[in-house]
């Protein structure tokens, strides 16, 4: 390898060459060459490497001790909160088909632009050299993972939410099997963020099966084995026969039944992805992305994380216990672009009251009221700021985390964000009808967010953002996943977002009955009404489970408010669907099929009953 000693001690060279992979050698000298850092450390398995890397981040000041042990604060730039969609980019060679909705860019100009530049942009800096497992350590399903990386804080942050597999790359025996995230933070300001936000990229490179980002902090565009993995990993699961999903894997655990079913599921971000995985009494596996495979006619799915890189805001010990727990108890646990003062954490809607000032992620003095160069007045906390902990630190861990043969997925559910039209849960007809009721998935935005509230954006399986094949084919490929199954899961929907006058219909923590209904179903313990849109529950079982469960007295009156069928409502989604589908290229005839007779059946309904809003004992 050609890289200086003072820059690759001998010691670090030894643990290079121990691998004895020509492509990681590559690897590392081409990048090293051109981001040009004064230090290079190769961080291995060993608990000393990783208690480098955790003491590095205080160090470099990337990272700062709270007064809770174990707890940390990293800041990303005040411009650098979430991910950046205009400036990812996937890099394609002329044969490659994509959507028109994804943001593609020549292959060779993109490398070009990027690689121009990622040139020096490590100078004056010390990267870390790391290995990863995407999924358990050793099993058929994980991917390795390397990372040339200059933060500190990116590479902790991996170190608590993924499986180090240093010892991994050895067995690969030469072989060039394995993803690779090159990222620089770039320059750094005078608090340690980084300066050139306008020079910011992150370029999704799927014929080398690299990535390369910079010029960001934000853990969604510089963790590599995040949000660049997932697309990496979707493009592969594509071109072979299995899935990588935005899903979180949990465990359902009724009560006085001994008996565990798992479920994996997809909603977009801010629809209650992680409070679903994290529901009391039950078992959490994932919290984000799985990759699923058939192995003797069943589905199995791990979770390529080890952790779970959280959003805090609304966290509260009445809504989320077993977080709040974890949150405000010494472990390792990194917290971001929220409020410190006097080195205790707040974040917003926590339940208690914040402090007129502190350290946040605009300045190390915020007041409340300071305004930013736009005018705008600056929270104390960003909406997006986040916890990163790892699973294993949860009472509600399952067993199975580290297991390399997967979970057995019996149920899948979608979620969204929907104010005026779904039902807070309903099953697919078929596996077909379920994937088409994943491809139309939709969330509103909210009050909290720039713009118009109530404005609905688009994601299939909650993977638009993250989209590297054509729409047409990632839908024929979950078609055919199910349909080459012995036992496809059950698909159900869920919507815990629905308002009448104005107001939510439903407490947060009602979702624990709609997992239980889900759970019974995939065991044919309950009946379910046949309705236009799927199967919807029935209002004795329901009743019964809100009184089990929470000891509340749920009426006929919630019931019809919650499940009633709002026909036009669902026309005019099936109209929105009908537009964008038609935009796309090569959609399955199933599908296009499935979106007809659902269509169909909500006008039959229309036209039989005489009416907009149908209650769900009408279709007894
Ligand atoms: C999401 O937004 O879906 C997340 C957080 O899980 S991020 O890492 O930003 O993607
Ligand atoms: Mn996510």
Redesign the pocket.
């Known amino acids: 390898m050609n890289i200086e000693k003072s820059i690759l001690s001998d010691e670090d060279r030894k643990k290079i060459e121990y691998l004895e992979n020509p492509h990681v050698n590559k690897l590392l000298e081409t990048y090293v060459n051109l981001l040009k850092p004064a230090k290079v450390r190769v961080i291995t398995d060993k608990k000393e490497d990783i208690e480098f890397v955790r003491n590095r981040a205080i160090e470099l000041g990337e990272e700062k001790k709270l007064a809770m042990k174990g707890h940390t604060i990293h800041f990303d730039g005040y411009n650098d909160q ?2 950046d969609k205009a400036n990812t980019k996937v890099l394609i060679t002329p044969e490659m088909k994509m959507s028109k909705a994804i943001n593609t860019m020549d292959r060779e100009t993109g490398l070009k632009e990027v690689l121009g530049i990622m040139d020096g942009a490590m100078k004056g800096k010390e990267a870390a050299i790391r290995f990863f497992s995407l999924g358990p350590v050793g099993s058929k399903f994980s991917i390795l993972a390397f990372q040339i990386t200059d933060s500190y804080y990116v590479a902790h942050s991996e170190d608590i939410l993924y499986r180090t597999a240093y010892e991994e790359f050895k067995h690969l025996k030469g072989s060039d099997e394995f993803f690779s995230f090159i990222h620089s933070a770039g320059e750094l300001n005078e608090r340690g963020v980084t300066k050139n936000i306008d020079k910011r990229r992150v370029y999704i490179d799927l014929k080398g099966n690299q990535v390369f980002t910079v010029n960001n902090q ?3 565009n510089s ?1 590599g084995l ?2 660049l993995a997932l697309r990496l990993g979707i493009y592969k699961a594509n071109n072979e026969d299995w899935l990588t999903e ?1 899903m979180f894997i949990m465990g359902a655990k009724p009560e006085g039944k001994n008996r565990i079913t798992y479920f994996a599921g997809a909603f977009p ?1 801010a629809c209650g992805k992680t409070s679903t995985a994290m529901i009391p009494g039950q078992t959490i596996v994932g919290d ?1 992305i799985a990759y699923l495979r058939a192995d003797n006619g069943l589905p199995y799915a791990v979770n390529i994380e080890q952790g779970i ?1 959280g959003i805090i805001t609304d966290v509260n010990p009445e809504d989320d216990p077993l977080i709040s727990e974890v949150l405000n108890s010494p472990r390792e646990l990194i917290f971001s672009n929220i409020l410190i003062n006097n080195g205790v954490p707040y974040w917003l809607n926590m339940g208690k009251d914040i402090p007129d000032e502190g350290m946040n992620h605009f300045s190390d003095n915020w007041k409340r009221g300071m305004k930013d160069s736009t005018g705008k007045e600056v929270e104390p906390a960003h909406k997006n700021s986040r916890y990163t902990m790892r699973i294993e630190e949860l009472e509600n861990a399952d067993p199975n985390l580290n297991n390399p043969d997967g979970v057995l997925i019996e149920g899948i559910i979608y979620g969204g964000r929907d104010s005026d039209t779904s039902v807070p849960v309903y099953q697919s007809l078929s596996w077909t009808h379920g994937v088409f009721i994943g491809a139309t998935i939709e969330s509103e935005t909210t009050s909290a967010t720039l713009g118009k509230e109530g404005v609905r954006s688009f994601s299939p399986m909650a993977n638009m953002d993250f989209l590297v094949v054509p729409l047409g084919t990632y839908i024929k490929n979950h078609i055919r996943f199910g349909n080459e199954l012995d036992r496809a899961p059950k698909v159900f929907a869920t919507n815990y977002f629905i308002k009448e006058h104005g107001k939510f219909l439903n407490h947060k923590v009602d979702k624990k009955v709609w997992l239980l209904w889900m759970d019974g179903r995939v065991h044919n313990e309950y009946d379910a009404i046949e309705t236009p849109i799927g199967f919807i529950p029935k209002y004795e079982d329901i009743k019964n489970l809100f009184k089990q469960i929470f000891g509340r007295e749920y009426t006929q009156a919630d019931y019809n408010a919650q499940f009633a069928i709002r026909v036009s409502k669902w026309l005019e989604k099936m109209d929105r669907m009908e537009d964008i589908y038609s935009k796309e290229a090569d959609i399955p005839q199933e599908f296009t099929q499935t979106l007809k007779t659902q269509k169909e059946r909500l006008k039959e309904a229309q036209a039989k009953y005489g009416k907009d809003v149908i209650l769900p004992d009408e279709f007894l």
């Open positions: 979430a991910r934000y853990a969604g963790l995040k949000k935005h971000s984000d890189f």
